[in-house]
Antibody, heavy 118, light 110 residues
Framework: QLQLVQSGAEVKKPGASVRLSCKASGYRFTDYSLHWVRQAPGQRPEWMGGINADTGDTKFSQHFQGRVTFTTDTSASTADMELSSLKLEDTAVYYC????????????WGLGTVVSVS | QSVLTQTPSASGSPGQRVTISCSGSSSNIEGNSVNWYQHLPGTAPKLLIYSSDQRPSGVYDRFSGSKSGTSASLAISGLQSEDEGDYYCATWDDSLNGWVFGGGTRLTVL
């Protein structure tokens, strides 16, 4: 079954880091990129960046560059996103989404992980 | 800052047709494809329309998309109660060098 399963909710203090996971199944992991999109309460979705699961190439939103890291474990078909120096405004639902190419649509999404910073 | 603007809310009765618009600029919609996502309560977001007017397999033909200039639209015909939820447009922005999303339109089926 084609799906992205995300790790559980996190509660963090300002200044800490958070690492989220996204496990893919139902397709060949290295054929796609995985991107991360977050949505804060009452706000529009915000693209954070992504990683090519085959080459490890990454793209970052200017807003997050320097504070976010994307990694993959091809043996486990898992993509991780680490966000550092957390601020109160990083409280959001974080989604991973599959993309066929850098400029393709996000065609499969995870259910999201709630991150609360307080 | 380049942003995509959507009407915050839309509504219609079952069976009716509604249109949701997405307004952008020359740095995003005008030169790039637009994708539409449906986000129903308690579910993962779902790709509804890609490349401005293409439906992924499994998406009903009640959903259609179009683009003209710096604007794009999503039309939903034969409205059903299960269509209630949030709809977002998204496209690549050449100035920001990244994906941008609209503010979302909450659809209510009366």
């Amino acid at each position: 079954q084609l799906q992205l399963v995300q790790s559980g909710a996190e509660v963090k203090k300002p200044g800490a880091s958070v690492r989220l996971s996204c496990k893919a199944s139902g397709y060949r992991f290295t054929d796609y990129s995985l991107h991360w999109v977050r949505q804060a309460p009452g706000q529009r979705p915000e693209w954070m960046g992504g990683i090519n699961a085959d080459t490890g190439d990454t793209k970052f939103s200017q807003h997050f560059q320097g504070r976010v890291t994307f990694t993959t474990d091809t043996s486990a078909s898992t993509a991780d996103m680490e966000l550092s120096s957390l601020k109160l405004e990083d409280t959001a639902v974080y989604y991973c989404a599959r993309v066929g190419s850098w400029f393709g649509p996000f065609d499969v999404w995870g259910l999201g992980t709630v991150v609360s910073v307080s | 800052q380049s942003v995509l603007t959507q009407t915050p809310s839309a509504s219609g009765s079952p069976g009716q047709r509604v249109t949701i618009s997405c307004s952008g600029s020359s740095s995003n919609i005008e030169g790039n494809s637009v994708n539409w996502y449906q986000h129903l309560p308690g579910t993962a977001p779902k790709l509804l329309i890609y490349s401005s007017d293409q439906r992924p397999s499994g998406v009903y033909d009640r959903f259609s998309g179009s683009k003209s200039g710096t604007s794009a639209s999503l039309a939903i015909s034969g409205l059903q109660s299960e269509d209630e939820g949030d709809y977002y447009c998204a496209t690549w922005d050449d100035s920001l060098n990244g994906w941008v999303f609209g503010g979302g339109t909450r659809l209510t089926v009366l």
